[in-house]
């Protein structure tokens, strides 16, 4: 098929992909903009968010949790033009009445409203109606196979098949025979050196091998488009094998971010007879153009005022020139993963890339990173500053864009202590990719692997981190947003004095919740908390006895109750 260079997702996380490929519309339309659409009560309308921690100079908005049944997606479009719909595999856009079954598919395996596989990858699974067939079935080989059943029934008319893989996500893991595989492969020099994620991929490529063969056999090829996508860039936060699962070199950052590395994603299109084969395209497109562009080519119904954000990228599909005009990213929200920014929104026009942070400047004005993509495509070098009338016009394009989507916006945080502010790790002024090595004291460097030290020094050695407190409440905080709903949390720790700490969490709450505990004098102290979270966990924190003793933590383990996702730190 055709590979487009330049093809992005309209978010650097997965939900609002998802929703802008069914809605044709921007996250910033639709105010889905993060993937937290299996927690919580349904929320439809979005609001501005009202207070955020003293460190942040902006307020997060409130978004929507749910893909909300108003709209009139590209499954009903398809549906109501004669064709069987069907969909496959993840969703992560509600549970009933918000499910593929409300928003046009006539079919839903394994009718999951989670961030991932439920459990597993590998049976046994946890889906509350939905059993394997063999014992450690791989998901994705049971998806081929349902996705196979579903073409064989609907061979002799038109049918649009919507597979969106559980793979390549977090929890991470894989056939054990493909493991060993790759471990015996490893490049200790490659940045891309997992072989459990190497194995996740064979996995999704068999699935991908396993449908287009039963296309040949049922003399479906030449007649059938498909579409390979993602919805994000690969993920470069979690740790799996002593690495993180993947890379994405040249480009900077990874899932989450707003640099290329989070939403400049693979894309190709097949399309015997139409398409040219082993072709390429340089046009700009994104994954809100692919409703309008099915709509034109085949002719499918739409509602009568039916609004897209995107456009037909129908020309560039039959290799004609197109000059898609620019697009843009509005991610108001600042996850704690590398490479992460303060909430902000972006362009790409031309070979022109800038990223807007809402009120990250002096006095509250915004601040800017401008690259020039064709350069430097790793986005190394800050131009803002030395091309400011790009900056103007681009600048421009971005506020237009903000109003006529409607969008909920940032606000300034009322609450911002100058204090507490650490601009140098946050990318004001400067790129944090040229920043100098970080100090021993620096709160987000490295070694903690994610958490961040607070109010205290710390010093990581012979397995351990040693914190003394140099103000009230030290604490360790780290980004949880991927746990949801109940957790536990075990860690192990060596207090000289004892004393009472907890360990809290907040996520768009007022008041954070905590749980208490109680360390003892002089000994290794082993803990296992229950956390009754009952939405993402978002921040968390673990909250120290105060005072300048050398407190030493070991290691630390988050176990979802839910969804069976784990991660552990050892220091």
Known sequence: GMTFTRAYAASPLCSPTRSSILTGLNPATTMLTTPNCHTGKPILTA????????????????????????????????????????????????????????????????????????????????????????????????????????????????????????????????????????????????????????????????????????????????????????????????????????????????????FEGGVRVPMIVSWPGHIKPASTNDTLVQSIDFFPTFAELLDLKTEEKQKFDGVSIAKALKGASQERGPIFTYFPHNPPVPDWLPPSVSVHHEHWKLIREFFQGENQAHHYHLYDLNKDIGEKKNLA??????????????????????????????????????????????????????????????????????????????????????????????????????????????SPKGGKGKVSWANNTPTPQSVPFTLKIGKWTELTLDLPAKDNLGILRLHLPAGNQAIKVDSLKLQSQSSSIVRSWKF
């Open 47 to 258: 609001a501005e968010g009202k207070r955020s921690a003293p460190q942040n100079k902006a307020i997060q908005p409130i978004p929507v949790n749910r893909l909300d049944t108003k709209y009139y997606t590209l499954a009903e479009s398809f549906r109501d033009s004669g064709y069987a719909t069907s969909h496959f595999g993840k969703w992560h856009l509600g549970a009933e009445p918000h499910s593929p079954l409300e928003h046009g598919f006539d079919l839903d395996i394994p009718h999951w409203h989670g961030p991932g596989p439920a459990g597993s990858f590998v049976a046994p699974w946890k889906y509350p109606d939905f059993d394997p067939n063999t014992p450690n079935e791989h998901i994705e080989d049971r998806m081929a196979h349902e996705a196979v059943a579903f073409m064989k029934k609907n061979k002799d008319k038109p049918f649009f098949l919507n597979y969106w893989m559980f793979s390549v996500h977090a929890p991470f893991d894989a056939k054990k025979d493909l493991i060993e595989k790759y471990r015996g492969l490893i490049d200790p020099k490659d940045p891309q050196r997992s072989p459990t994620y190497a194995a996740m991929v064979e996995s999704m490529d068999d699935a991908v091998g396993t449908l287009m063969d039963t296309l040949d056999r049922l003399k479906l090829t030449d007649n059938t488009i498909i579409v390979f996508f993602s919805d994000n860039g690969g993920n470069m936060y979690n740790e799996i094998d002593g690495t993180t699962p993947t890379s994405n070199t040249p480009l900077r950052g990874g899932k989450a971010t707003m």
């Open 385 to 494: 500053k030395e091309n400011p009338k790009i900056v103007r016009e681009l600048e421009q394009l971005i506020a237009e864009f903000l109003e006529e989507s409607k969008a909920v916006l940032p606000v300034p945080n009322p609450a911002f202590d100058p204090k507490k502010y650490q601009p140098e790790l946050v990318g004001i002024g400067k790129d944090r990719s040229n920043k100098k090595k970080p100090a021993k004291d620096d709160p987000f460097r490295k070694e903690l692997q994610g958490w961040k030290a607070r109010n205290c020094q710390a010093n990581v050695k012979d397995g351990m981190i040693t914190l003394k407190g140099t103000a009230p409440d030290p604490f360790l905080g780290t980004g949880a947003g991927q746990f949801s709903g109940p957790t536990k949390i075990t860690f192990r720790v060596l």
